[in-house]
Protein backbone atom coordinates (compact mmCIF):
# COMPACT_ATOMS: atom_id res chain seq x y z
CA UNK A 1 0.00 0.00 0.00
CA UNK A 2 0.96 3.67 -0.64
CA UNK A 3 -0.26 6.81 -0.02
CA UNK A 4 0.15 10.14 -1.16
CA UNK A 5 -0.72 13.11 0.52
CA UNK A 6 -1.79 16.30 -0.98
CA UNK A 7 -1.99 18.79 1.12
CA UNK A 8 -3.64 22.26 0.06
CA UNK A 9 -3.40 25.08 2.85
CA UNK A 10 -6.68 26.85 3.54
CA UNK A 11 -8.88 25.34 1.15
CA UNK A 12 -12.85 25.33 2.73
CA UNK A 13 -15.95 24.20 1.59
CA UNK A 14 -17.79 27.58 0.40
CA UNK A 15 -21.00 29.12 -1.16
CA UNK A 16 -22.21 28.66 -4.90
CA UNK A 17 -20.40 32.22 -5.44
CA UNK A 18 -18.46 32.65 -8.53
CA UNK A 19 -17.94 36.75 -7.13
CA UNK A 20 -16.48 35.33 -3.77
CA UNK A 21 -15.38 31.61 -4.41
CA UNK A 22 -12.87 30.08 -7.13
CA UNK A 23 -14.33 26.68 -6.51
CA UNK A 24 -17.41 28.29 -8.05
CA UNK A 25 -15.80 30.15 -10.48
CA UNK A 26 -12.86 27.93 -11.78
CA UNK A 27 -13.26 25.40 -14.53
CA UNK A 28 -12.34 22.28 -12.38
CA UNK A 29 -13.32 19.19 -14.26
CA UNK A 30 -11.20 16.23 -13.26
CA UNK A 31 -12.17 17.52 -9.79
CA UNK A 32 -15.61 17.70 -10.30
CA UNK A 33 -15.44 14.17 -12.13
CA UNK A 34 -13.85 12.90 -8.71
CA UNK A 35 -16.55 14.36 -6.16
CA UNK A 36 -19.25 12.83 -8.82
CA UNK A 37 -20.35 16.00 -11.00
CA UNK A 38 -20.63 18.62 -8.14
CA UNK A 39 -18.53 21.53 -7.48
CA UNK A 40 -16.18 21.23 -4.16
CA UNK A 41 -18.50 23.40 -2.25
CA UNK A 42 -20.36 23.67 0.96
CA UNK A 43 -23.92 22.09 -0.32
CA UNK A 44 -21.81 18.60 -1.72
CA UNK A 45 -22.14 16.24 0.65
CA UNK A 46 -20.49 13.17 1.52
CA UNK A 47 -20.45 10.50 -1.82
CA UNK A 48 -18.53 8.59 -3.83
CA UNK A 49 -17.72 8.17 -7.20
CA UNK A 50 -16.54 5.91 -9.82
CA UNK A 51 -12.59 6.71 -8.58
CA UNK A 52 -13.19 8.69 -5.28
CA UNK A 53 -15.08 9.73 -2.59
CA UNK A 54 -15.43 13.07 -1.45
CA UNK A 55 -15.69 13.66 2.50
CA UNK A 56 -16.64 17.38 4.13
CA UNK A 57 -14.30 17.34 6.92
CA UNK A 58 -14.59 19.03 10.16
CA UNK A 59 -11.46 21.37 11.12
CA UNK A 60 -13.23 23.33 13.73
CA UNK A 61 -13.18 20.68 16.24
CA UNK A 62 -15.16 21.75 18.36
CA UNK A 63 -13.06 24.69 20.03
CA UNK A 64 -14.48 28.16 18.48
CA UNK A 65 -12.69 30.60 16.44
CA UNK A 66 -11.53 30.27 13.09
CA UNK A 67 -9.00 27.39 12.25
CA UNK A 68 -5.48 28.04 12.23
CA UNK A 69 -2.44 26.32 10.29
CA UNK A 70 -0.65 25.09 13.14
CA UNK A 71 -3.24 23.42 15.75
CA UNK A 72 -5.26 22.18 12.10
CA UNK A 73 -1.78 20.85 10.23
CA UNK A 74 -1.15 19.32 13.98
CA UNK A 75 -4.14 17.51 14.30
CA UNK A 76 -4.02 15.65 10.63
CA UNK A 77 -0.45 14.21 11.57
CA UNK A 78 -1.23 13.13 15.23
CA UNK A 79 -4.72 12.13 15.37
CA UNK A 80 -4.91 14.77 18.41
CA UNK A 81 -7.42 17.29 19.06
CA UNK A 82 -4.51 19.76 19.06
CA UNK A 83 -6.46 22.82 19.34
CA UNK A 84 -8.44 21.21 22.24
CA UNK A 85 -5.73 20.17 23.92
CA UNK A 86 -3.69 23.67 23.83
CA UNK A 87 -7.60 25.61 24.17
CA UNK A 88 -7.23 27.15 21.13
CA UNK A 89 -6.82 27.50 17.78
CA UNK A 90 -2.87 28.61 16.60
CA UNK A 91 -0.83 29.43 14.08
CA UNK A 92 0.79 30.10 11.56
CA UNK A 93 3.39 28.30 13.23
CA UNK A 94 3.67 26.26 15.53
CA UNK A 95 4.15 27.25 19.63
CA UNK A 96 6.34 25.03 22.64
CA UNK A 97 3.24 23.22 23.01
CA UNK A 98 2.09 22.18 19.86
CA UNK A 99 5.74 21.29 18.84
CA UNK A 100 6.00 18.62 21.84
CA UNK A 101 2.67 17.16 20.52
CA UNK A 102 4.26 16.33 17.45
CA UNK A 103 7.71 15.49 18.91
CA UNK A 104 5.32 12.77 21.20
CA UNK A 105 4.27 10.64 17.88
CA UNK A 106 3.18 12.06 15.05
CA UNK A 107 2.08 10.15 11.02
CA UNK A 108 5.56 10.08 10.38
CA UNK A 109 6.74 8.63 13.49
CA UNK A 110 4.00 5.91 13.39
CA UNK A 111 5.07 4.93 10.11
CA UNK A 112 8.84 5.12 10.86
CA UNK A 113 8.39 2.84 13.52
CA UNK A 114 6.22 0.42 11.43
CA UNK A 115 9.07 0.38 8.51
CA UNK A 116 7.83 2.21 6.46
CA UNK A 117 9.94 5.16 4.40
CA UNK A 118 8.22 8.76 4.15
CA UNK A 119 9.13 11.34 1.90
CA UNK A 120 8.09 15.22 1.31
CA UNK A 121 7.72 15.70 -2.68
CA UNK A 122 7.69 19.52 -2.33
CA UNK A 123 11.51 21.30 -2.48
CA UNK A 124 12.06 24.18 -0.38
CA UNK A 125 14.18 27.57 -1.21
CA UNK A 126 18.07 27.63 -0.52
CA UNK A 127 17.30 30.50 1.34
CA UNK A 128 13.91 29.89 2.98
CA UNK A 129 16.10 26.45 4.12
CA UNK A 130 18.99 28.61 5.48
CA UNK A 131 16.67 30.93 7.51
CA UNK A 132 15.18 27.50 9.22
CA UNK A 133 18.81 26.58 10.10
CA UNK A 134 19.53 29.70 11.59
CA UNK A 135 16.57 30.02 13.53
CA UNK A 136 15.47 32.80 11.45
CA UNK A 137 12.39 31.43 10.35
CA UNK A 138 10.19 28.65 12.29
CA UNK A 139 8.96 25.44 10.67
CA UNK A 140 5.27 25.07 9.63
CA UNK A 141 3.95 21.92 11.93
CA UNK A 142 4.00 19.96 8.68
CA UNK A 143 7.63 20.44 8.63
CA UNK A 144 8.01 20.40 12.47
CA UNK A 145 6.41 16.54 12.25
CA UNK A 146 8.91 16.15 9.33
CA UNK A 147 12.25 17.38 11.21
CA UNK A 148 11.11 15.17 14.53
CA UNK A 149 10.69 12.10 12.67
CA UNK A 150 14.25 12.43 10.62
CA UNK A 151 12.11 13.24 7.46
CA UNK A 152 14.69 15.70 5.41
CA UNK A 153 12.87 18.47 3.37
CA UNK A 154 13.78 18.20 0.30
CA UNK A 155 15.77 20.69 -1.53
CA UNK A 156 16.77 22.60 -4.62
CA UNK A 157 18.94 19.57 -6.20
CA UNK A 158 16.06 17.35 -4.93
CA UNK A 159 14.18 19.85 -7.63
CA UNK A 160 16.25 19.98 -10.16
CA UNK A 161 16.74 15.88 -10.27
CA UNK A 162 12.75 15.63 -10.38
CA UNK A 163 13.12 14.25 -7.08
CA UNK A 164 10.35 16.68 -5.81
CA UNK A 165 8.32 19.59 -7.22
CA UNK A 166 7.64 23.07 -6.97
CA UNK A 167 4.80 24.22 -4.29
CA UNK A 168 3.07 25.50 -7.49
CA UNK A 169 3.46 22.47 -9.19
CA UNK A 170 4.99 23.34 -11.95
CA UNK A 171 8.18 25.08 -10.88
CA UNK A 172 7.87 28.28 -12.88
CA UNK A 173 7.76 30.12 -9.65
CA UNK A 174 11.21 29.21 -9.23
CA UNK A 175 12.44 30.53 -12.21
CA UNK A 176 10.20 33.68 -12.65
CA UNK A 177 9.53 34.75 -8.85
CA UNK A 178 12.39 33.43 -7.39
CA UNK A 179 14.73 33.96 -10.37
CA UNK A 180 16.69 30.78 -9.89
CA UNK A 181 17.92 29.59 -13.55
CA UNK A 182 18.19 25.65 -14.70
CA UNK A 183 15.06 24.12 -12.79
CA UNK A 184 12.55 22.12 -14.65
CA UNK A 185 9.49 23.63 -15.66
CA UNK A 186 6.82 20.81 -15.95
CA UNK A 187 3.45 20.89 -18.29
CA UNK A 188 0.67 20.01 -15.54
CA UNK A 189 0.28 16.82 -17.44
CA UNK A 190 3.99 16.28 -16.77
CA UNK A 191 3.99 17.27 -13.28
CA UNK A 192 1.17 14.99 -12.23
CA UNK A 193 2.58 11.85 -13.89
CA UNK A 194 5.61 13.16 -11.67
CA UNK A 195 4.15 12.78 -8.66
CA UNK A 196 2.46 9.37 -9.57
CA UNK A 197 6.47 8.48 -10.15
CA UNK A 198 7.57 9.20 -7.16
CA UNK A 199 4.78 8.46 -4.98
CA UNK A 200 5.13 5.11 -6.58
CA UNK A 201 8.89 4.76 -4.88
CA UNK A 202 7.81 5.33 -1.36
CA UNK A 203 5.16 4.13 1.14
CA UNK A 204 4.22 7.44 2.53
CA UNK A 205 4.63 10.46 0.68
CA UNK A 206 3.65 14.11 1.20
CA UNK A 207 3.28 17.55 -1.29
CA UNK A 208 2.77 20.08 0.45
CA UNK A 209 1.41 23.33 -1.30
CA UNK A 210 1.07 27.23 0.64
CA UNK A 211 -0.01 29.07 -1.99
CA UNK A 212 -3.47 28.04 -1.47
CA UNK A 213 -3.72 30.02 1.62
CA UNK A 214 -1.81 32.41 0.64
CA UNK A 215 -3.91 33.74 -2.52
CA UNK A 216 -7.20 33.69 -0.20
CA UNK A 217 -5.08 36.09 2.34
CA UNK A 218 -4.50 38.19 -0.70
CA UNK A 219 -8.10 37.85 -1.56
CA UNK A 220 -7.26 37.56 -5.23
CA UNK A 221 -10.18 35.50 -7.33
CA UNK A 222 -8.40 35.45 -10.15
CA UNK A 223 -5.31 33.76 -8.52
CA UNK A 224 -7.20 31.92 -7.21
CA UNK A 225 -9.20 30.62 -10.31
CA UNK A 226 -5.97 30.10 -11.90
CA UNK A 227 -4.39 28.44 -9.37
CA UNK A 228 -6.98 25.46 -9.15
CA UNK A 229 -7.53 24.96 -12.86
CA UNK A 230 -3.42 24.56 -12.51
CA UNK A 231 -4.03 21.76 -9.84
CA UNK A 232 -7.15 20.28 -11.89
CA UNK A 233 -4.73 19.95 -14.67
CA UNK A 234 -2.03 18.48 -12.34
CA UNK A 235 -4.48 15.71 -10.68
CA UNK A 236 -5.26 14.79 -14.66
CA UNK A 237 -2.21 13.76 -14.82
CA UNK A 238 -1.26 12.12 -11.72
CA UNK A 239 -4.71 10.25 -11.99
CA UNK A 240 -4.04 9.26 -15.78
CA UNK A 241 -0.77 7.61 -14.23
CA UNK A 242 -1.99 6.38 -10.96
CA UNK A 243 -2.79 2.40 -10.72
CA UNK A 244 -6.19 2.69 -8.10
CA UNK A 245 -4.89 -1.13 -6.85
CA UNK A 246 -1.66 0.04 -5.67
CA UNK A 247 -2.27 2.97 -3.59
CA UNK A 248 -4.24 5.78 -1.95
CA UNK A 249 -4.27 9.38 -2.66
CA UNK A 250 -5.61 11.77 -0.43
CA UNK A 251 -5.98 15.60 -0.70
CA UNK A 252 -7.16 17.37 2.76
CA UNK A 253 -6.64 20.52 4.33
CA UNK A 254 -6.29 22.27 7.63
CA UNK A 255 -8.69 25.34 7.72
CA UNK A 256 -11.06 27.26 4.82
CA UNK A 257 -9.64 30.42 3.29
CA UNK A 258 -9.74 30.94 0.19
CA UNK A 259 -13.07 29.62 -0.64
CA UNK A 260 -13.99 33.49 0.24
CA UNK A 261 -12.53 35.72 -0.90
CA UNK A 262 -14.74 38.59 0.90
CA UNK A 263 -12.34 38.93 3.38
CA UNK A 264 -8.34 38.36 4.11
CA UNK A 265 -9.23 35.73 7.24
CA UNK A 266 -9.80 32.09 7.47
CA UNK A 267 -13.33 30.65 7.71
CA UNK A 268 -14.93 28.27 9.85
CA UNK A 269 -15.91 25.93 6.88
CA UNK A 270 -15.36 22.27 6.57
CA UNK A 271 -12.26 21.65 4.48
CA UNK A 272 -12.71 18.94 1.50
CA UNK A 273 -10.96 15.70 1.79
CA UNK A 274 -10.88 13.30 -0.92
CA UNK A 275 -9.70 9.89 -0.90
CA UNK A 276 -9.28 8.47 -4.54
CA UNK A 277 -7.90 4.62 -5.04
CA UNK A 278 -9.65 1.08 -4.05
CA UNK A 279 -7.65 1.11 -0.36
CA UNK A 280 -10.60 4.13 0.20
CA UNK A 281 -13.15 1.94 0.93
CA UNK A 282 -11.34 0.53 3.85
CA UNK A 283 -10.74 3.96 5.53
CA UNK A 284 -13.49 6.19 4.44
CA UNK A 285 -16.36 5.74 6.84
CA UNK A 286 -13.57 6.40 9.88
CA UNK A 287 -13.26 10.04 8.17
CA UNK A 288 -15.50 12.85 8.94
CA UNK A 289 -12.69 15.16 11.21
CA UNK A 290 -9.05 16.27 10.57
CA UNK A 291 -8.52 14.10 13.94
CA UNK A 292 -9.33 11.03 11.95
CA UNK A 293 -6.44 10.79 9.49
CA UNK A 294 -3.71 9.76 11.06
CA UNK A 295 -5.30 6.78 12.63
CA UNK A 296 -7.04 5.95 9.84
CA UNK A 297 -4.06 6.10 7.08
CA UNK A 298 -2.25 3.94 9.89
CA UNK A 299 -5.03 1.33 9.75
CA UNK A 300 -4.13 1.09 5.93
CA UNK A 301 -0.64 0.28 6.39
CA UNK A 302 -1.82 -2.31 8.99
ZN1 LIG B 1 -3.44 31.35 6.61
Do not use: C
Not at 97 to 116: D, S
Amino acid sequence: MRVLLLFLDGIGLGADDPSLNPFAAAQLPTLTELSGGYKWLHSTPRLSSERATFIPTDAQLGVPGRPQSATGQAAILTGRNVPAEIGEHYGPHPNDAIRAILAEGNLYTHLAARGKHSIRLDAHPPHYLAEIERGKRLRTAMQHAAYVADVPLTTLADLRANRALSADFLGDGWRDVLHIPDVPVHTPQAAGALLATLAKQHDFSLFSTWITDEIGHHRDLARGIAFLERFDAVMAGLLEAWDDSEGVIVITSDHGNLEDVSHRKHTENAVPTVLIGAGRHQIADQISALTDLTPALLRLFG
